[in-house]
């Protein structure tokens, strides 16, 4: 190969990346743009007491894990197969709701999570409805199974 072309090829690849880069500079805040980089709390969690699983309208999914110590949440993970938004959705909302109440935790919005991420575009504020909408569903499972639990105790 001629060594001008990798040089050029090489110049490309850099542009295209600073050119990317600087996009998602403009769209997205530093900290989506930390979360989505290095996802906290990414992964199952053997013996969940809590699991919530939804399909947003976009078709990604997300679920949710939580682990109990009394009422709060000790620890809580998630797994996606959405785009570097819902990332950073998930790993923001896992790290707000580590130390949480389950109480407390039913009123976390969609809107929390925008604020706590310093904003998101237009475009991906339903990543942070998905995130949201799959904690309640762990929650609604939760309450599901706990009434179940006391239907057999009457
Ligand atoms: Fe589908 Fe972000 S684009 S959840």
Known sequence: ??????????RLVRELQQEIARREQELYSETVLREARNPQNMG?????????????????SMEIYMRLNGGAIEEVSFTT????????CGSMLTQMLTGMTL????????????????????????????????????????H???????????
Not at 1 to 10: A, G, I, Q, R
Not at 81 to 88: I, Q
Not at 105 to 120: N, T
Not at 126 to 131: F, K, Q, V
């Open 81 to 88: 197969d959405g785009c570097g938004a819902t990332l950073a």
């Open 44 to 60: 199952s969690l053997p013996d969940a007491d809590l699991y919530g699983a939804v399909r947003g309208w976009c078709g990604d």
């Open 1 to 10: 190969m001629n060594p001008d072309e990798s040089t050029d090829f090489d």
């Open 103 to 142: 109480a407390d935790a039913e009123w976390v919005l969609p809107e929390d999570l925008v604020q706590a991420l310093d904003g998101l575009p237009e475009e991906n504020m339903h990543c942070a409805g998905l995130a949201v909408s799959t904690l309640h569903n762990a929650l609604f499972n939760w």
């Open 144 to 154: 599901v199974a706990e009434m179940e639990q006391q239907g057999e105790e009457d």
